[in-house]
């Protein structure tokens, strides 16, 4: 009774944080934790086997699954604040709030008695007692679900899978590309630069300095330079000699 | 076990009240999996309360649906986002014309 006292407060701020946060991937944080405390519930609840599979398929893999479709989709791609329906969000809150107060004024009205309590069904354990269920009375259901979890795995294939619309590029035709480059606009034939390796700096971040001691900006990732995190190179050397001594002769 | 019945009821309108607010579709299969645990903690409950493992078993294969029902969503979540480059149900409404 105390892990449902400690966890029911905790479990209603994180399902309403879900109501009011703006990045999906808190929302999907938020329902992690619902998501575990709804399984030690589970564990209070006399349903330990229910407790495991809540953790590894609720919180391991479906939660996942969003946090990856996340990353696809864009991490920052936030609600919009504009109402396609005028006043939807209040009419939602007032018809939310009725149907909350109605179930809950409605469950609180019935008695329950005194729980009968799983003591008796879990005797042999809880495994043991789901299984003989499931493979006797519910063996049907079972069956359907193995082909429903079938058809959903296709499903996902097909509506995910995309026709290649060009020829894959092939090691020949990229060598052929390479030179046909070179042949109308001089492009040079070989790998791209690596990036400069310094006696403070070899980071892929800093780029290499061409002869004259400029940076040469082909040889760091143009991910990089559109972030803008693009280290500095180490100044022209000989500068960098005489900064070297002006330091060491005031010292 | 009154209690954990309306904190089930609570999660479900919480949920609920999600699908209908929120306008990026990632949040609002969210809370549609908010929905199914309330529901799931309402059926685990009453299999406590009348002393027979049926209720889990039913919480059980709720999750095995949740699991089929997130992996063919996403999917078409996916296939929508590729084509309207958004995530917002609202932009899916090329039927309404």
Known sequence: MIAFWVLAPLMVIAALGILFVRKPVHAALLLAVVMVSLAVLYLALEAPFLFVVQIIVYTGAILMLFLFVMMMVGVDASDSLVETIRGQRLLAAVGGLALGLVLVIGVAQMALGTAVGLEDANKDGNIQGLAN???????????VTSALLITAAMGAMVLAHRERLTPKPTQASIAADKVKAYAERGAHLGPLPPPGVFARHNAVDTPALLPDGTPAEVSVSRTLAARGVVRQPPRDVEEHVEQQLEQGGER | MTEYVVLSAILFTIGAVGVLVRRNAIVVFMCVELMLNACNLALVTFAKQHGNLDGQVAAFFV???????????????????????????????????
Do not use: Q
């Open chain 2, 63 to 97: 999750m095995v649906v949740a699991a089929a029902e997130v992996v063919v969503g996403l999917a078409i979540i996916m296939t929508i986002f590729r084509t309207r480059r958004s995530a917002s149900v609202d932009d899916a409404s090329l039927l309404k014309y």
């Open chain 1, 133 to 143: 269920i499931i493979f006797s009375r519910y063996v049907f259901a079972f069956e």
